[in-house]
């Protein structure tokens, strides 16, 4: 199995070219098709209409977001060209939340962004990321908003507990998976965890299925006082493991029509300093 057609997400703001560093990196390391999806945030023509005077300010609004989209395009097709690669480019001007997540389900892999704490209305709403992670059905790759964007995957981190999301990620993540020098299997307990012969025999049966890919792990397990803070132990292990990227199930709880984010995926979704490979 490896990636070949890969879905990177570009924006208008200040790490989308590092992005598309990133990504025709790996699209070059597994000799695969590299689509450029461009979106941006674009408010209500209602909200600037119902103003007196306020139209002439909505079409320069457009003007100056079709140069910023013309001119990301034109950065895109370069790289490719330079980078000698094949791929397509591919626009949206109006909410592009929908049509992200259907592009993504014909992807194997998405690569996106981290929100930063600057970001401003350039980039799609809050929480848009969360929900591409929780409907797409692909893995998402989410590269932190801060720091250099190194290669990853030479160290690789899964974060284990046996249940359906982390296996969906673990397969997921199976082409970086075959390729990384160290893997390790990570092991969070807290009050409520499985019992410690329980959590032994999950170790042992994804040592084997891992085995038979030719990936050798080793195991490490940190200790959380509760479900609350474990994803806070979860990124204080990473700061000190020298890993490059986190292999993680993504998990929800439905409350009325909303889908709130369990407390390790919110953290890594907005705090990890390393990517991370979300599958749920």
């Not at 809050?126 to 964007?149: C, D, H, I, M, Q």
């Not at 979860?234 to 709880?253: E, K």
């Amino acid at each position: 199995m490896s990636y070949k057609t890969v879905l990177t997400y570009l924006d208008p703001g200040d790490r989308a070219q590092a992005r598309l560093d990133f990504s025709l990196q790996l699209a070059r390391e597994f000799d695969a098709h590299l689509i450029g999806l461009y979106t941006t945030f674009m408010p209500e023509a209602r909200e600037y209409f119902a103003v007196a005077g306020c139209a002439r300010h909505y079409d320069g609004l457009c003007d100056t977001r079709r140069g910023r989209r013309d001119a990301a395009e034109e950065a895109f097709r370069h790289a490719l060209g330079a980078a000698g690669r094949g791929g397509e480019w591919i626009a949206f001007d109006d909410h592009a939340e929908q049509p992200l997540i259907r592009r993504s389900r014909h992807a194997d892999l998405l690569i996106a962004g981290q929100a930063g704490p600057d970001d401003d209305a350039q980039a799609l709403r809050k929480g848009f990321l969360e929900e591409v992670v929780l409907t797409s059905g692909r893995p998402v790759l989410v590269l932190p908003y801060a720091g250099a964007l190194r290669p990853a995957g030479k160290s690789i981190a899964i974060a284990w507990d046996g249940s359906r999301e982390a296996a969906r990620a673990v397969h997921d993540a199976m082409p970086f998976l075959a390729r990384a020098g160290r893997v390790t299997v990570l092991r969070i307990r807290t009050a409520d965890s499985a019992r410690p012969a329980a959590l032994g025999a999950q170790g042992k049966e994804i040592d084997l299925m891992l085995a038979r890919h030719a990936v050798n792990v080793d195991y490490a397990q940190a200790t959380s006082d509760s479900d609350e803070t474990a994803g806070d132990t979860l990124l204080s292990w990473l700061a000190s493991s020298g890993c490059d990227l986190v292999v993680a199930g993504a998990y929800s709880h439905p409350q009325w029509k909303e889908h709130w984010l369990g407390g390790v995926t919110r953290a890594l979704l907005e705090s990890a300093t390393v990517p991370v490979l979300l599958s749920h």
